[in-house]
């Protein structure tokens, strides 16, 4: 007797709220600036592009079969405090994500991340059946909420996020707190640094999860070849942590996993230092510039380490969206991020940032 396929469908995979990418420039008669997707405000590493362009005559052949050659350039880039058999690579830094839920979380564990935050820890650790703890970041500065998160920890508790810089608010976790986390997280929970904006950090007591790493601590930091890089349309990305957490992770490392192309100028950029130096200058300056704007114009944003700002703007967040989309200025309500009323506005190269500052002035002058 035939059943309705739908009786096997898993029911945490049902209709929920999904990811949604920043949206792609429209046509239009007008330029268009791009301030919604954190995207390099220079554009790719030209060495990487070379490197992808070079190998375009044998895309006829499966690529590397492993991706240890990539490995290996990490831990050059790394100046070798860790070692190859450390890292992890993947698709994107979000497929990382995707691989490390799949290797440690089962039907009915727990995952742990603090909103307003980057959407995928949710919605990705819904496809393995666990159970979504949310513990939101303290109002109003956005801060970890370190004693909620531990208090939240259960024995089913497998996996948590934490992010710093932070994407949608640019706030980053101190030194300090870190420490005094990790002294107190079970070493039986995988934590997951999202660290992806961490060469925009300049804080003089921000930390990446290298410290944690060379402690032995159950840690992996996340990592993607889209912002300081320029290869959002690759679709690179890495993690590190301990050898014996790799190794493992490596059980579902899918073989030819990573494309030719994407391997070529991943380590192309790797090598391309002019090209990150001149693009963290590039942040750093937009950053005080425009926060020096949001000053000027009495508009409430955070403190960012990040190559973006989150602001409370001065209409609603779609209308706001909607006049500076007007004025040719493209950004991101965060809604879906966990900040409710809040946008998410990009730094860009020089000529993008003197067009959104006309564009604000502009619709602050109508206000």
Same mark, same amino acid.
């Given at each position: 007797?035939?059943?309705?396929?739908?009786?096997?469908?898993k029911?945490?995979?049902?209709?929920?709220?999904v990811?949604k @990418?920043? /949206?792609? +420039?429209?046509?239009?008669? !007008?330029?268009?600036?791009?301030?919604?997707?954190? =995207?390099?405000? %220079?554009? &790719?590493?030209?060495?990487?592009?070379r490197?992808?362009?070079?190998i375009?005559?044998?895309v006829?052949l499966?690529p590397?079969?492993?991706?240890i050659r990539?490995?290996e350039?990490?831990?050059?880039?790394?100046?070798n405090?860790?070692?190859?058999?450390?890292?992890i690579?993947?698709?994107s830094?979000?497929?990382v994500?995707d691989?490390?839920l799949?290797?440690?979380?089962?039907?009915?564990?727990?995952?742990?991340?603090?909103?307003?935050?980057?959407?995928?820890y949710?919605?990705?650790?819904?496809?393995? @059946?666990? /159970?979504? +703890?949310?513990?939101p970041l !303290?109002?109003p500065?956005y801060?970890?909420?370190? =004693?909620?998160? %531990?208090? &939240?920890?259960?024995?089913?508790?497998?996996?948590?996020?934490l992010?710093?810089p932070?994407?949608?608010?640019?706030?980053?976790?101190?030194k300090?707190?870190?420490?005094?986390?990790?002294?107190?997280?079970?070493?039986?929970?995988?934590?997951?640094i999202?660290?992806?904006?961490?060469h925009?950090?300049?804080?003089?007591?921000?930390?990446?999860?290298?410290h944690?790493?060379?402690?032995?601590?159950?840690?992996?930091?996340?990592?993607?070849?889209?912002?300081?890089?320029?290869?959002?349309?690759?679709?690179? @990305?890495?993690?590190?942590?301990?050898?014996t957490?790799?190794n493992?992770?490596?059980?579902i490392?899918?073989?030819?996993? %990573?494309?030719?192309?994407?391997?070529?100028?991943?380590?192309?950029?790797?090598?391309?230092?002019?090209?990150?130096?001149?693009?963290v200058?590039?942040v750093k300056?937009?950053?005080?510039?425009i926060?020096?704007?949001?000053?000027?114009?009495?508009?409430?944003?955070?403190?960012?380490?990040?190559?973006?700002?989150?602001?409370?703007?001065?209409?609603?967040?779609?209308?706001?969206?909607?006049?500076?989309?007007?004025?040719?200025?493209?950004?991101?309500?965060v809604t879906q991020?966990?900040?409710?009323?809040?946008?998410?506005?990009?730094?860009?190269n020089?000529e993008a940032?003197?067009a959104?500052?006309?564009?604000?002035?502009?619709?602050k002058t109508?206000?």
């Open positions: 007797m035939n059943k309705d396929i739908t009786r096997s469908f029911p945490f995979l049902q209709p929920k709220e990811y @990418g920043g /949206k792609n +420039i429209p046509p239009s008669n !007008k330029k268009i600036y791009k301030l919604s997707s954190n =995207e390099n405000p %220079l554009g &790719a590493s030209p060495k990487a592009v490197a992808a362009k070079a375009l005559d044998k006829d499966y590397d079969q492993t991706d990539l490995r350039a990490l831990t050059a880039d790394f100046n405090e860790i070692t190859a058999d450390q890292f690579t993947g698709n830094g979000s497929e994500i691989m490390l799949r290797a440690f979380v089962r039907e009915g564990d727990e995952v742990i991340f603090s909103n307003p935050c980057f959407l995928p949710a919605v990705f650790s819904r496809w393995y @059946g666990s /159970k979504q +703890i949310d513990v !303290k109002a500065n801060e970890l909420d370190v =004693e909620g998160i %531990l208090n &939240a920890i259960t024995a089913k508790t497998k996996v948590i996020f992010t710093t932070n994407n949608p608010t640019g706030t980053y976790i101190p300090l707190v870190l420490d005094e986390f990790f002294k107190r997280v079970p070493k039986s929970i995988l934590v997951v999202d660290e992806v904006y961490r925009f950090a300049d804080a003089e007591d921000y930390v990446t999860a290298l944690y790493v060379k402690q032995g601590y159950s840690v992996i930091g996340l990592n993607s070849f889209s912002k300081t890089y320029g290869l959002a349309g690759l679709r690179i @990305g890495y993690g590190y942590t301990t050898a957490i790799a493992y992770l490596r059980l490392h899918k073989p030819f996993l %990573l494309p030719i192309t994407s391997i070529e100028a991943a380590i192309g950029a790797l090598n391309d230092h002019e090209f990150i130096s001149e693009t200058k590039t300056e937009g950053r005080k510039m926060a020096d704007t949001f000053e000027e114009l009495n508009i409430k944003y955070w403190p960012s380490q990040a190559n973006f700002f989150i602001i409370e703007p001065p209409f609603p967040e779609m209308e706001f969206t909607d006049k500076m989309m007007q004025e040719g200025i493209m950004v991101r309500p991020f966990g900040a409710p009323g809040k946008v998410r506005i990009s730094i860009g020089k940032n003197l959104l500052i006309k564009a604000l002035e502009n619709i109508r206000d």
